[in-house]
């Protein structure tokens, strides 16, 4: 027999002994405070037609469901390895909530990770390395071209872009607390700037996506003046426009509707309780020349602010052209974001989160060299973001080019974030990716800012230590000869074989 049938059978004869014994002995009655739901569950499983699983298996086939949502658990807790989690591992969570804490975040008995498996990353150490007292350079970057009147003193390490609706107003208001405890900037995301997002008056990057939350018109236009009655705040240091992310490259950003509550909606300037699904492209412009004239207005109205624009790597040719366009016009954003395929914090496609957009090491390495290749590197700051964890992660993008980096997911986890991969339907058990009140309420906002300032601290105090290790005294010295990747394994190359540099300027007698 079925499950259905033994079921059936199994149903019958419950229901006729429970009369029985009821009649021999009244207070049997309440055994039905038991069976009487499981039969009832049984009985919709049987008759209802959707689910195969439940109706040959009443009762017994609910269980397939409760182990599914539970799987990720189960996974997290009790099967992984240190080294095999995914999207990140335990080995870096455990990094990043040791250095949150301030506690012991050095490990014993030697690595766990597979040094001859192809794609093992290292850096040469010096036998004449520098210890950290000897280093003596204050770990910043001051973002701003020619034509940038208010050029900014970026730290090296910020907080990558993340909106308030997305996350918490408490995570946002934790996340701003940190910042501000630790002179580094905060990126709004492209969801517009929050009351939270000022709480602390730290700094703040505003990225305007296409949606231009914060700056729109009624029907979803950029709005010149809302913008620059904004941008002149003071504590917003920059602007970056969102050109693509490595979550969902080619598709806009997606505020689910459980999300969108009446006061993220008034911030956004959209329909409280409805899907927010931004356009996947600008609206403001629609050419390299027309975005390089929108860089030019931005700075103008934010009274000569640092202006750039952050992008995954996808069709180069189109790089290209912005470069060209760049050249051409004589006008040139201030700091380029390059993010990587790898990266992302909230909801995406998974068509798009896997298999769209290059991998942040490939991305950077292209847009370094372009820009050094049409003479343009010397004005413009690189920015990286994707998945940046460690201090190995921060030598590894300055390596391939990068001036700075930001990260997301790993500031996420200083505030309390554990993985639970609920971001998208507001059921965050640790109150960060959520907008329900009594989730969020337990994220206390004080010690968890501490938290984000301490790991900004202990990250960047591991990156300026192995840079000393590799006998440099500064990050201008560090390039990509200093790393190494196994490619097989009797075959290791450095970064600067696998990505090589490119002449100053080369590019350029090719127009």
């Given at each position: 027999?079925?499950?259905?049938?033994?079921?059936?059978?199994?149903?019958?004869?419950?229901?006729?002994?429970?009369?029985?014994?009821?009649?021999?002995?009244?207070?049997?009655?309440?055994?039905?405070?038991?069976?009487?739901?499981?039969?009832?569950?049984?009985?919709?499983?049987?008759?209802?037609?959707?689910?195969?699983?439940?109706?040959?298996?009443?009762?017994?086939?609910?269980?397939?469901?409760?182990?599914?949502?539970?799987?990720?658990?189960?996974?997290?807790?009790?099967?992984?390895?240190?080294?095999?989690?995914?999207?990140?591992?335990?080995?870096?969570?455990?990094?990043?909530?040791?250095?949150?804490?301030?506690?012991?975040?050095?490990?014993?008995?030697?690595?766990?990770?597979?040094?001859?498996?192809?794609?093992?990353?290292?850096?040469?150490?010096?036998?004449?390395?520098?210890?950290?007292?000897?280093?003596?350079?204050?770990?910043?970057?001051?973002?701003?071209?020619?034509?940038?009147?208010?050029?900014?003193?970026?730290?090296?390490?910020?907080?990558?872009?993340?909106?308030?609706?997305?996350?918490?107003?408490?995570?946002?208001?934790?996340?701003?607390?940190?910042?501000?405890?630790?002179?580094?900037?905060?990126?709004?995301?492209?969801?517009?700037?929050?009351?939270?997002?000022?709480?602390?008056?730290?700094?703040?990057?505003?990225?305007?996506?296409?949606?231009?939350?914060?700056?729109?018109?009624?029907?979803?236009?950029?709005?010149?003046?809302?913008?620059?009655?904004?941008?002149?705040?003071?504590n917003i240091k920059m602007?970056?426009?969102?050109?693509?992310?490595?979550a969902k490259p080619g598709?806009?950003?997606?505020?689910?509707?459980?999300?969108?509550?009446?006061?993220?909606?008034?911030?956004?300037?959209?329909?409280?309780?409805?899907?927010?699904?931004?356009?996947?492209?600008?609206?403001?412009?629609?050419?390299?020349?027309?975005?390089?004239?929108?860089?030019?207005?931005?700075?103008?109205?934010?009274?000569?602010?640092?202006?750039?624009?952050?992008?995954?790597?996808?069709?180069?040719?189109?790089?290209?052209?912005?470069?060209?366009?760049?050249?051409?016009?004589?006008?040139?954003?201030?700091?380029?974001?390059?993010?990587?395929?790898?990266?992302?914090?909230?909801?995406?496609?998974?068509?798009?989160?896997?298999?769209?957009?290059?991998?942040?090491?490939?991305?950077?390495?292209?847009?370094?060299?372009?820009?050094?290749?049409?003479?343009?590197?010397?004005?413009?700051?690189?920015?990286?973001?994707?998945?940046?964890?460690?201090?190995?992660?921060?030598?590894?993008?300055?390596?391939?080019?990068?001036?700075?980096?930001?990260?997301?997911?790993?500031?996420?986890?200083?505030?309390?974030?554990?993985?639970?991969?609920?971001?998208?339907?507001?059921?965050?058990?640790?109150?960060?990716?959520?907008?329900?009140?009594?989730?969020?309420?337990?994220?206390?906002?004080?010690?968890?800012?501490?938290?984000?300032?301490?790991?900004?601290?202990?990250?960047?105090?591991?990156?300026?230590?192995?840079?000393?290790?590799?006998?440099?005294?500064?990050?201008?010295?560090?390039?990509?000869?200093?790393?190494?990747?196994?490619?097989?394994?009797?075959?290791?190359?450095?970064?600067e074989k696998i990505y090589?540099?490119?002449?100053?300027?080369?590019?350029?007698?090719?127009?």
């Open positions: 027999m079925r499950g259905r049938e033994i079921f059936i059978l199994i149903a019958l004869v419950t229901i006729v002994g429970v009369a029985l014994f009821s009649m021999l002995w009244p207070p049997f009655i309440w055994s039905t405070i038991f069976f009487g739901p499981i039969i009832l569950l049984g009985t919709i499983d049987v008759v209802q037609k959707k689910s195969a699983i439940r109706n040959n298996f009443p009762v017994i086939g609910r269980l397939r469901y409760v182990l599914e949502a539970i799987r990720p658990e189960i996974m997290q807790y009790f099967v992984e390895t240190d080294i095999e989690g995914t999207p990140i591992n335990r080995m870096f969570r455990s990094l990043v909530y040791q250095r949150a804490k301030a506690v012991t975040d050095t490990t014993p008995f030697g690595t766990k990770v597979e040094v001859y498996k192809v794609g093992y990353e290292w850096m040469d150490h010096s036998m004449y390395a520098f210890s950290h007292s000897e280093m003596n350079f204050n770990p910043r970057v001051m973002v701003g071209g020619p034509d940038c009147t208010q050029p900014y003193s970026a730290s090296m390490l910020n907080i990558s872009a993340m909106s308030f609706g997305s996350l918490s107003k408490n995570a946002v208001m934790a996340l701003n607390r940190g910042a501000k405890k630790g002179g580094f900037a905060h990126n709004t995301g492209e969801g517009g700037i929050s009351p939270y997002h000022q709480k602390d008056n730290a700094d703040l990057i505003w990225q305007i996506g296409t949606g231009y939350f914060g700056c729109r018109t009624d029907d979803g236009h950029f709005d010149a003046e809302k913008y620059g009655e904004m941008a002149t705040t003071d602007i970056e426009i969102k050109l693509s992310q490595g598709h806009g950003g997606i505020l689910p509707a459980i999300k969108n509550t009446p006061e993220i909606a008034a911030i956004r300037g959209v329909e409280p309780y409805t899907e927010v699904n931004s356009p996947p492209t600008h609206s403001a412009f629609s050419s390299a020349s027309e975005l390089m004239d929108f860089i030019k207005t931005l700075r103008d109205k934010s009274g000569g602010k640092p202006v750039g624009f952050k992008l995954c790597v996808g069709v180069k040719q189109e790089f290209i052209d912005l470069c060209k366009a760049m050249v051409s016009k004589g006008i040139k954003p201030d700091f380029i974001t390059v993010d990587g395929g790898e990266g992302g914090t909230g909801a995406a496609p998974v068509e798009f989160s896997n298999s769209l957009g290059s991998p942040l090491k490939d991305g950077l390495a292209f847009i370094h060299n372009t820009l050094e290749g049409y003479d343009l590197r010397k004005d413009i700051k690189i920015n990286a973001s994707g998945k940046i964890i460690s201090g190995f992660h921060l030598a590894r993008a300055i390596a391939l080019g990068a001036d700075m980096v930001s990260c997301a997911r790993a500031m996420m986890m200083a505030v309390g974030c554990i993985q639970a991969l609920q971001c998208h339907v507001n059921t965050c058990p640790t109150g960060v990716a959520t907008q329900d009140k009594s989730l969020m309420k337990a994220l206390d906002v004080k010690s968890k800012g501490d938290r984000v300032a301490n790991f900004h601290k202990s990250t960047l105090h591991s990156f300026i230590d192995l840079i000393g290790a590799a006998g440099l005294k500064t990050p201008d010295e560090l390039k990509r000869k200093h790393v190494n990747s196994r490619v097989s394994l009797a075959n290791v190359e450095t970064y090589p540099y490119i002449p100053t300027g080369c590019l350029l007698q090719k127009r």
